[in-house]
């Protein structure tokens, strides 16, 4: 089970952090990818972190935008600085065993997300 937290509403150019928390003692073997929705629009790869802790971004936030995990907690985090107001999203964390990957399809186990606003 995955459960987002930290959503909210934020100016542009603020910053936010989303957590993305599991249950399972097998945590620390899944790689952990976050993907986000506008409205009308489709899903889209934001960011992922492998089992070994390698980030990888969409390009649209890179330099503004950092994955983490912390395996003692269960949890892994994005943090955003820099929103801008087409940030604006659902945000979804999503789960399966090692390899981090752009392909929202090939996640196992997805939370119901959380909502980010920016405004401008």
């Known amino acids: 089970q995955l459960v987002e937290s930290g959503g909210g509403l934020v100016q542009a150019g603020g910053s936010l952090r989303v957590s993305c928390a599991a249950s399972?003692?097998?945590?620390?073997?899944?790689?952990v990818g976050w993907f986000r929705q506008a409205p009308g629009k489709e899903r889209e790869f934001v960011a992922a972190?492998?089992?070994?802790?390698?980030?990888y971004y969409a390009d649209s936030v890179k330099g503004r935008f950092t994955i983490s995990r912390d395996n003692a907690k269960n949890t892994v985090y994005l943090q955003m600085n820099s929103l801008k107001p087409e940030d604006t999203a659902v945000y979804y964390c999503?789960?399966?065993?090692?390899?981090?990957?752009?392909?929202?399809?090939?996640?196992?186990?997805w939370g119901r997300g959380t909502q980010v606003t920016v405004s401008s």
């Open positions: 399972g003692r097998t945590f620390s073997t899944y790689a």
């Open positions: 999503a789960a399966q065993l090692y390899r981090a990957t752009m392909e929202g399809d090939e996640y196992d186990y």
């Open positions: 972190i492998s089992w070994r802790g390698n980030p």
